[in-house]
């Protein structure tokens, strides 16, 4: 079983930024390749893709980004990152980290770290 553990979150304001981590108790050496990424929900909505990084280097950032987020994955291969800039409102929101094999495509899900983006 592989665990998620995110950090990072809190509270800003409109413009600030925020770096959230997550560590996996697992790296491709364990669970072959992989994509580690971010979702988000906020109150009323269902959860949504925010940004994945796959383990060969490959990354997807979904539209409402807008060129403010990236996804690095760190130094070891269980590690990833989420740089958020320009933070607006509309971002507030419980962030997941999420990791899925290639292999199997097995799901595995952190606890989620809360974002508030005040005015």
């Known amino acids: 079983q592989v665990q998620l553990v995110e950090s990072g979150g809190g509270l800003v304001q409109t413009g600030g930024s925020l770096r959230l981590s997550c560590t996996a108790s697992?790296?491709?050496?364990?669970?072959?390749?992989?994509?580690m990424g971010w979702y988000r929900q906020a109150p009323g909505k269902e959860r949504e893709l925010v940004a994945v990084?796959?383990?060969?280097?490959?990354?997807n950032y979904a539209d409402f980004v807008e060129g403010r987020f990236t996804i690095p994955r760190g130094n070891a291969e269980n590690t990833v990152y989420l740089q958020m800039n320009n933070l607006k409102h509309e971002d507030t929101a419980v962030y997941y980290c999420?990791?899925?094999?290639?292999?199997?495509?097995?799901?595995?899900w952190g606890q989620g770290t809360q974002v508030t983006v005040s005015s």
């Open positions: 999420n990791l899925r094999t290639c292999v199997g495509l097995t799901d595995y």
């Open positions: 697992a790296s491709e050496s364990d669970v072959g390749l992989n994509a």
């Open positions: 990084a796959f383990s060969r280097g490959g990354k």
